[in-house]
């Protein structure tokens, strides 16, 4: 089961000035060296 995801931006104005439709969720996938940079 995956851990739960931790939200790294938000961008609060666009939420409320404007009627979100449709919301979708990217990411990528990191390996290796990458891995150890991102928790450092």
Not at 18 to 36: M, P, R, W
Request: glycine share 4%.
């Amino acid at each position: 089961m995956p851990e739960k995801t931790k939200n790294i931006a938000q961008n609060k104005k666009a939420r409320h000035d404007y009627a979100i439709l449709d919301s979708f969720e990217a990411g990528i996938e990191l390996t290796g060296t990458e891995v150890k940079s991102c928790r450092a």
